[in-house]
C-alpha cells in the first residue's frame, strides 16, 4: 500500500514540474503573426489528476492536426487550486496559453470582464443548428459567446451493484429509498456515500443537491442572489446534509474520490458516490471497476412535491485574448464545435456531446441509461453551484461546507456566514450594473 501511494505522489510530481516546463516553452512570448509548424499550440487544463483527460485531449490535438493542419499539446496541473492561480498570473499576458479549460457561467463571466478571452460568437453562429439554445446561453456574456463544450455532464449517483445485491438494497426511486439504502450500507459497517475534502471544490456538490431536492427553481433563485442563505428552505437542506453527516452516512472526508476511488470501491469501502458522469470512465474503469459492477440512478428529492432534478456541468475550452495565436487556436474551435471534431472527442473520450448532430450511440450503455431517465423522468437541468453563482460566494461557501462537514453543529452559523458574503456580493453586483 506505502508503495503504491508513493507511486502515486511520484506522479503528481511529475505532472506538476511537467506542467511548469512544457507550459513556459508553449507559452513563451512571441510574435503575433509567428507561424506555427506543427502542434505548438497549448491547451491547459486541471486535469492532471485523471490522465484520462490528458489522454483525450492529446488524442484531440493530434487529430485537429491532421485535420486542419494545427493542432495542440494538452498541459496539465495536477490541482484545480494550482490551475487557477497559474492561470490567472499568465492570461493577462503573452504567455497566456491559446486554449485552455475553464468553467462556464459566472467562471466565465471573471474573465470576460477583465477582457481574456476572445469572442467565439461568429463560430456560434455557425453552428447555430446544432447545439441547444440552453448550452450557447451557458457561454455567454452581454450578448457574446465565449469558450465552446467539449462535453456535458450530468451528476448522478453511482452505485456499487455487487454491495447493492448482496445486502438486498433495491435502486431508489425515492428518498425514503435512499435513506433505507444508506441505513442498510451503515449497518453493515459500509461508509453508504463517499465524500471528499482532498479536493476543495467538491464540498459544495451535497448542499446543491440538497437545495434541489428542496426545489430546483429554489436552487436557481439561491443561485441568483433572489433568495438569502438565511431562507427556512436553505436551512431545511443544511439540516438534512448536517444530520446525514451525524449519522455517519459519509466517508471520512480525508478520503480521494479521484485518486483511489476506484480501488475503494471495489474493496467495498462505501456504497455510492454523487458524481459527474465523467467519473464512469475516468475513475472507476481506469481503476479497475467492472462495467456490471457499475449502477447509476438520479438522487431523488427529499421534498415529495418537489421536481426531480440533476446537475449539469458543461466543460468549455476558451480561447486566451492575449494569445500571440489567437487566430490558430479559433481554427481549432471552429474544427472542434464542427459535426466532425465533435465526434472525434465524443468518440475518444466516450462523453456526452453538446452538438446534437452526434447522439448517443458511442456511449457506454450505463450513461445511456442515465440520459434515458433524465428524459423519462423529465428532469429540470440545473448548472453546477460552482458555476452557477459568482465565484465570492463560491469561495465563502467552501470555506464554510468544509466547517460543517467536520462539524454539523456549526450549520447555521456557517449558513450566517455565506449569507454576508452573498449579500455584499450582490450588492457590488447591481451597483456595477447600475453604472
Given at each position: 500500500?506505502?508503495?503504491k501511494?508513493?507511486?502515486?505522489l511520484?506522479?503528481?510530481v511529475c505532472?506538476?514540474?511537467a506542467?511548469?516546463?512544457?507550459?513556459?516553452?508553449?507559452?513563451?512570448p512571441q510574435n503575433?503573426?509567428a507561424?506555427?509548424?506543427?502542434p505548438?499550440?497549448?491547451?491547459?487544463h486541471?486535469?492532471g489528476?485523471?490522465?484520462w483527460?490528458?489522454?483525450?485531449?492529446?488524442?484531440?490535438g493530434k487529430?485537429?492536426e491532421?485535420?486542419?493542419g494545427t493542432?495542440?499539446?494538452?498541459?496539465?496541473s495536477?490541482?484545480?487550486?494550482?490551475?487557477?492561480?497559474?492561470?490567472?498570473a499568465r492570461?493577462?499576458?503573452?504567455?497566456?496559453?491559446?486554449?485552455?479549460t475553464?468553467?462556464?457561467?459566472w467562471?466565465?463571466?471573471?474573465?470576460?470582464?477583465k477582457?481574456?478571452?476572445s469572442?467565439l460568437t461568429?463560430?456560434?453562429?455557425r453552428?447555430?443548428?446544432?447545439?441547444p439554445?440552453?448550452?450557447?446561453?451557458?457561454?455567454?456574456?452581454d450578448?457574446?459567446?465565449?469558450?465552446f463544450?467539449y462535453?456535458?455532464e450530468?451528476?448522478?449517483?453511482?452505485?456499487?451493484?455487487?454491495l447493492?445485491?448482496?445486502?438486498?438494497?433495491k435502486?431508489?426511486?425515492?428518498w425514503?429509498?435512499?435513506m433505507?439504502?444508506?441505513?442498510?450500507?451503515?449497518a453493515?459497517s459500509?461508509p453508504?456515500?463517499?465524500?471528499?475534502?482532498?479536493?476543495?471544490?467538491y464540498?459544495?456538490?451535497?448542499?446543491?443537491?440538497?437545495v434541489m431536492?428542496?426545489d430546483?427553481?429554489?436552487?436557481?433563485?439561491?443561485?441568483?442572489g433572489e433568495?438569502?442563505?438565511?431562507d427556512?428552505?436553505?436551512?431545511?437542506?443544511?439540516t438534512?446534509?448536517?444530520d446525514?453527516?451525524?449519522k455517519?452516512y459519509?466517508?471520512?472526508?480525508?478520503?480521494?474520490?479521484?485518486?483511489?476511488g476506484g480501488h475503494?470501491?471495489?474493496?467495498?469501502?462505501?456504497?455510492?458516490v454523487?458524481?459527474?458522469?465523467?467519473?464512469?470512465?475516468?475513475?472507476?474503469?481506469?481503476?479497475?471497476?467492472?462495467?456490471?459492477?457499475?449502477?447509476?440512478?438520479?438522487?431523488?428529492?427529499h421534498?415529495?412535491?418537489?421536481?426531480?432534478?440533476?446537475?449539469m456541468?458543461?466543460?468549455?475550452?476558451l480561447?486566451?485574448?492575449?494569445?500571440?495565436?489567437?487566430?490558430?487556436a479559433?481554427?481549432i474551435?471552429?474544427?472542434?464545435?464542427s459535426e466532425?471534431?465533435?465526434?472525434?472527442?465524443?468518440?475518444?473520450?466516450r462523453?456526452y456531446?453538446?452538438?446534437?448532430?452526434?447522439?448517443?450511440?458511442?456511449?457506454?450503455?450505463?450513461r445511456?441509461?442515465?440520459?434515458?431517465?433524465?428524459?423519462k423522468?423529465?428532469?429540470?437541468?440545473?448548472?453546477?453551484?460552482?458555476?452557477a453563482t459568482?465565484?465570492p460566494?463560491?469561495?465563502?461557501?467552501?470555506?464554510?461546507?468544509?466547517?460543517l462537514?467536520l462539524?454539523?453543529?456549526?450549520?447555521?452559523?456557517?449558513?450566517?456566514?455565506i449569507?454576508?458574503?452573498?449579500?455584499?456580493c450582490?450588492?457590488q453586483?447591481?451597483?456595477?450594473?447600475?453604472k
Amino acid at each position: 500500500m506505502h508503495t503504491k501511494n508513493a507511486g502515486i505522489l511520484l506522479v503528481l510530481v511529475c505532472l506538476a514540474f511537467a506542467f511548469l516546463i512544457v507550459f513556459f516553452r508553449l507559452s513563451a512570448p512571441q510574435n503575433q503573426d509567428a507561424p506555427l509548424t506543427g502542434p505548438r499550440l497549448a491547451l491547459a487544463h486541471d486535469k492532471g489528476n485523471m490522465p484520462w483527460f490528458h489522454q483525450s485531449f492529446s488524442r484531440q490535438g493530434k487529430k485537429a492536426e491532421s485535420e486542419i493542419g494545427t493542432g495542440f499539446i494538452p498541459v496539465a496541473s495536477p490541482s484545480t487550486d494550482l490551475y487557477m492561480s497559474q492561470m490567472k498570473a499568465r492570461l493577462p499576458t503573452a504567455r497566456a496559453p491559446a486554449l485552455f479549460t475553464w468553467w462556464s457561467a459566472w467562471r466565465v463571466k471573471e474573465l470576460v470582464e477583465k477582457g481574456l478571452v476572445s469572442d467565439l460568437t461568429h463560430i456560434w453562429d455557425r453552428y447555430a443548428d446544432e447545439y441547444p439554445r440552453g448550452i450557447r446561453d451557458a457561454y455567454t456574456i452581454d450578448g457574446k459567446v465565449y469558450g465552446f463544450p467539449y462535453s456535458v455532464e450530468y451528476w448522478p449517483i453511482w452505485y456499487n451493484k455487487p454491495l447493492f445485491e448482496k445486502l438486498d438494497i433495491k435502486e431508489p426511486n425515492t428518498w425514503g429509498e435512499f435513506m433505507e439504502a444508506c441505513r442498510k450500507l451503515k449497518a453493515a459497517s459500509v461508509p453508504p456515500v463517499a465524500t471528499s475534502l482532498q479536493m476543495k471544490w467538491y464540498a459544495c456538490i451535497w448542499f446543491a443537491a440538497l437545495v434541489m431536492g428542496e426545489d430546483p427553481l429554489l436552487y436557481e433563485q439561491l443561485c441568483n442572489g433572489e433568495v438569502r442563505y438565511t431562507d427556512a428552505r436553505i436551512k431545511k437542506a443544511m439540516t438534512i446534509w448536517a444530520d446525514m453527516i451525524g449519522k455517519g452516512y459519509f466517508t471520512d472526508p480525508s478520503l480521494n474520490l479521484f485518486t483511489n476511488g476506484g480501488h475503494l470501491w471495489n474493496n467495498e469501502d462505501f456504497g455510492m458516490v454523487l458524481c459527474g458522469s465523467w467519473y464512469y470512465s475516468t475513475i472507476l474503469r481506469r481503476q479497475g471497476v467492472k462495467k456490471a459492477d457499475i449502477g447509476v440512478f438520479i438522487l431523488p428529492p427529499h421534498n415529495t412535491a418537489a421536481q426531480k432534478s440533476i446537475m449539469m456541468e458543461s466543460g468549455p475550452v476558451l480561447t486566451a485574448a492575449n494569445s500571440p495565436h489567437r487566430n490558430q487556436a479559433e481554427a481549432i474551435a471552429d474544427w472542434w464545435m464542427s459535426e466532425a471534431g465533435s465526434r472525434h472527442f465524443a468518440n475518444t473520450f466516450r462523453s456526452y456531446s453538446a452538438n446534437r448532430k452526434i447522439g448517443a450511440g458511442h456511449l457506454q450503455p450505463v450513461r445511456q441509461k442515465l440520459l434515458s431517465a433524465i428524459e423519462k423522468q423529465d428532469c429540470r437541468i440545473v448548472n453546477r453551484y460552482w458555476e452557477a453563482t459568482p465565484a465570492p460566494i463560491v469561495d465563502a461557501a467552501l470555506e464554510n461546507f468544509t466547517r460543517l462537514i467536520l462539524n454539523p453543529a456549526e450549520k447555521d452559523a456557517a449558513l450566517a456566514e455565506i449569507d454576508n458574503t452573498a449579500e455584499a456580493c450582490w450588492a457590488q453586483i447591481r451597483r456595477i450594473d447600475e453604472k
